[in-house]
């Protein structure tokens, strides 16, 4: 988890460990988009791809992809990390979840860097922390180190 801030750009200036991430991958393009109108995600394009075939082939719950993709196709861009480690997030994006002015956090998850704003962040670590000591005893228990 990093904390980030975005410039009145609109970019947002990715920690080193992102960078290098992102820069491992062949393809260079990035997908910047949110899913569910509330938490940003920053997909490596080959990782957005996968997710889009994916989706494609999941004929059970059309209605479900047909919503997702919508928010994704809605809110998502192609970027690039520029030459200063920053990647510009789109301006509907920027507004509709209300990224500017306040301390963001950055965390890796599943092969992607979800973008979470301060009010995202807070409600996620205080449901994290309800039970948190009978959750650990729980992984534990299922074998957890």
């Known amino acids: ?11 947002i200036k990715l920690p080193v460990d992102f960078q290098a991430f992102f820069a491992a991958f062949p393809e260079k393009k990035l997908f910047v988009t949110s899913l569910d109108g509330r ?3 920053i997909y490596p394009i080959s990782v957005w791809r996968r997710n889009q075939k994916f989706l494609s082939e999941l004929k ?8 997702v993709l919508f928010n994704a196709n809605d809110f998502g861009a192609e970027a690039e990390v520029d030459s200063s480690g920053r990647l ?4 509907q ?16 998850v599943r092969g992607r860097v979800e973008i979470l704003s301060e ?3 807070q ?4 449901e994290a922390q309800e039970d948190a000591e009978a959750n650990v005893l729980a992984l534990e228990d299922l074998g957890m180190q």
């Open 1 to 11: 988890m990093y904390p980030a801030r975005m410039d009145d750009k609109g970019r």
């Open 39 to 41: 938490i940003g995600q």
């Open 60 to 67: 059970d719950n059309a209605k479900l992809v047909q919503k």
């Open 88 to 91: 510009t997030v789109n301006s």
């Open 93 to 108: 994006m920027r507004e509709d979840l209300k990224l500017m002015g306040q301390e963001l956090r950055l965390n890796a």
């Open 119 to 121: 009010a995202i962040y």
């Open 123 to 126: 409600q996620r670590r205080r």
